[in-house]
């Protein structure tokens, strides 16, 4: 897809609760888009965790957290910036934050978190 203003591309990512399905996500982050009025220049992305399905709680709180998980945000983050896209908002319900924090935290040898240059590299992010 490209976007429908010229030079201007924004994405709007869902980051969902524990246990919901994709197409419950979907039907929720559409009602909310179209609620909301947004513009036809945000593009909606639901990002479901692969701890999306496990049974129990505390074992989809540590699948949220869980490297392959932020690496998978990681690649999505770096696929809108190669399709163009200049702005991300982020949008999280109950669970969802777990995914999102620990994308950002650092690693405990002390390093940035991959994720923190991938968004400074959108426009109007910076970290230190």
Same mark, same amino acid.
């Given at each position: 897809?490209?976007?429908?203003?010229?030079?201007?591309?924004?994405?709007?990512?869902?980051?969902?609760?524990?246990?919901?399905?994709?197409?419950?996500?979907?039907?929720?982050?559409?009602?909310?888009?179209?609620?909301?009025?947004?513009?036809?220049?945000?593009?909606?992305?639901?990002?479901?965790?692969?701890?999306? %399905?496990?049974? @129990?709680?505390?074992? $989809?709180?540590?699948?949220?957290? =869980?490297? /392959?998980?932020?690496? &998978?945000?990681?690649?999505?983050?770096?696929?809108?910036?190669?399709?163009?896209?200049?702005?991300?908002?982020?949008?999280?319900?109950?669970? %969802?934050?777990? @995914?999102?924090?620990? $994308?950002?935290?650092?690693?405990? =040898?002390? /390093?940035?978190?991959? &994720?923190?240059?991938?968004?400074?590299?959108?426009?109007?992010?910076?970290?230190?």
């Amino acid at each position: 897809w490209k976007s429908s203003v010229e030079g201007h591309a924004e994405a709007l990512i869902f980051f969902p609760g524990f246990n919901a399905s994709v197409n419950t996500c979907l039907k929720r982050l559409g009602q909310f888009m179209t609620i909301a009025s947004f513009p036809a220049y945000i593009k909606p992305f639901v990002f479901v965790n692969i701890g999306a %399905g496990v049974s @129990t709680y505390l074992n $989809a709180i540590e699948t949220a957290a =869980s490297e /392959e998980s932020q690496n &998978a945000l990681c690649q999505l983050l770096e696929g809108l910036l190669d399709a163009g896209i200049q702005n991300v908002h982020l949008l999280t319900h109950s669970m %969802g934050i777990q @995914t999102l924090m620990a $994308a950002f935290a650092d690693t405990k =040898s002390g /390093e940035i978190s991959r &994720a923190v240059p991938v968004v400074g590299r959108f426009v109007g992010c910076w970290y230190s």
